[in-house]
């Protein structure tokens, strides 16, 4: 497991300031919301976006968790270190395993939206069929309802936990 002073030297994670806590903190806790909001309108419509909205949601809940409660801010490779930063102070496999899981998501439409891009035959970045639209949209409402709900519970559980 990685060491949080090793993340430091490398230059991943920082501390934190006493003047810029309350700036960074708000930042996330309005990101979050917004993130899970923007998911949930998405999900009929662009589900891929929503998929996408809902990892942030997961992923800005956690920084705001390590930043309130450790004084933490990630800056280089954020996702990995992320992940790495909450496997090192949380010691929650579970909540590591549900990020980590969110992340993979994530990475995977990400390199979807970008062999898209390459390949720039189609006009949207699924093949626009009745039936990958249905299956994207039972995906993103999976994804929802089973990773990224839970997800923000278990984290506003454990932040009460850590006070």
Not at 47 to 57: L, N, T
Not at 112 to 135: H, I, N, P, S
Request: proline content about 2%; aromatic content about 10%.
């Amino acid at each position: 497991m990685v060491r949080i002073e090793t993340l430091m030297r490398e230059g991943k994670v920082s501390r934190i300031g006493e003047l810029e806590i309350g700036r960074y903190a708000n930042f996330f806790e309005n990101s979050h919301k917004d993130n899970l909001e923007h998911c949930k309108f998405t999900l009929g419509t662009f589900p891929r976006w929503s998929i996408i909205s809902g990892y942030y949601a997961m992923h800005d809940i956690t920084k705001l968790l390590l930043a309130k409660k450790f004084r933490l801010k990630m800056e280089i490779e954020v996702h990995a270190t992320t992940i790495k930063v909450v496997r090192e102070v949380l010691r929650k496999p579970k909540i590591s395993e549900m990020l980590e899981k969110g992340y993979s998501e994530f990475i995977r439409l990400a390199n979807d939206l970008a062999e898209a891009r390459k390949e720039r035959v189609k006009v949207q970045y699924y093949t626009g069929t009745e039936f990958m639209k249905g299956e994207y949209r039972r995906r993103a409402g999976d994804f929802l309802k089973n990773m990224v709900e839970p997800y923000l519970e278990a984290i506003r559980k454990l932040e009460g936990e850590l006070k």
